[in-house]
């Protein structure tokens, strides 16, 4: 079945570090894939996705690109700031029923 | 536009009690969720409705019940609180279109405690 794997957390990181958290998946077919991003005490937001392979996401910094021949969509930033602690998720879209398989979630800790 | 809200933001039960979760969105979409999130399992899908008239079960329906008589509201019963349902809560809203997934809104959330 579709499944999602990110690596564990929390990562912690100082500020002006380069950044990237790692997330792999399992679908059959052509996923859509998404980075949410949840800062302490919000909901989860939209940071960046991609539909198709060789697709790039990009938004405030952060960039992932969709790499169907390693089944990844890994997190990447050049020059983190302490405001990018949060916990981020990976997210694949597939199948008929337009539900998100969602990764377990990495905690980011940036130290000034 | 307020997105989507979720009431209340906190709420202490006794083992037994039943509530219900408020959730509205105001942006006409289609498909609602709702989710539980626990530490180090990211989120469940408890329920979801494509529609008003129309849900179905996710990954951790039991002990929840909904209904969607609106396209805007989507509330959560809990039927006979446990321990075990001890967790944050989020509602989800997003458009529907054939083929395609798009970005989920999501509510600010509700920390409920059971006893």
């Known amino acids: 079945g579709n499944s999602v794997t990110q690596m564990e957390g929390p990562v912690t990181l100082s500020e002006e570090a380069f950044l990237t958290i790692n997330c792999t998946y399992t679908?059959?077919?052509?996923?859509?894939l998404f980075w949410y991003v949840q800062y302490p005490g919000e909901g989860l937001q939209l940071l960046l996705k991609?539909?198709?392979a060789d697709d790039k996401g990009s938004n405030k910094g952060f960039e992932a690109t969709y790499r169907k021949e390693t089944t990844s969509f890994h997190l990447e930033k050049g020059s983190v700031q302490v405001s990018d602690s949060a916990v981020y998720f990976c997210?694949?879209?597939?199948?008929?029923?337009?539900?998100?398989?969602w990764g377990a979630g990495t905690k980011l800790i940036i130290k000034p | 536009n307020a997105g989507v809200t979720q009431t209340p933001k906190f709420q202490v039960l006794k083992t037994g009690q039943s509530m219900t979760l408020q959730c509205a969105q105001d942006m006409n979409h289609e498909y609602m969720s709702w989710y539980r999130q626990d530490p180090g399992m990211g989120l469940r899908l408890i329920h979801y409705?494509?529609?008003?008239?129309?849900?179905d079960q996710g990954e951790v329906p039991n002990g929840y019940n909904v209904s969607r008589s609106t396209t805007e509201d989507f509330p959560l019963r809990l039927l006979s609180a446990a321990p075990s349902q001890t967790s944050v809560y989020f509602c989800?809203?997003?458009?529907?279109?054939?083929?395609?997934?798009?970005?989920?809104?999501f509510g600010p959330g509700t920390r409920l405690t059971v006893l």
């Open positions: 679908a059959t077919g052509y996923p859509s």
């Open positions: 991609a539909t198709k």
């Open positions: 997210a694949l879209g597939a199948g008929s029923n337009y539900q998100l398989i």
């Open positions: 989800a809203s997003s458009y529907q279109a054939s083929g395609t997934y798009n970005e989920q809104f």
């Open positions: 409705s494509v529609g008003a008239g129309i849900t």
